[in-house]
């Protein structure tokens, strides 16, 4: 269960929730899949959700659940 916030994890999570089409290719990346971009994108749209929810546990929760389905 350690591994959970790691980048290797949240990058996973980023791939399953299809997000790199939103971000920017730095050209030195030379089509290369940017894993911490995507891990740190993971990390604030959860932290965007836990901010705006009032720190609600259940709201990260249901957010997760809902890039899930």
Do not use: C
Request: net charge positive; glycine share 8%.
């Amino acid at each position: 269960m350690r591994d959970i916030g790691t980048n290797e994890k949240l990058h996973g999570i980023a791939k399953d929730w299809n997000l790199r089409k939103y971000l920017k290719e730095n050209p030195s990346q030379k089509g290369e899949e940017p894993k911490t971009a995507l891990a740190s994108t993971v990390e604030a749209i959860l932290g965007a959700v836990w901010v705006d929810s009032e720190r609600k546990f259940g709201a990260v929760h249901h957010a997760v659940k809902k890039f899930q389905s």
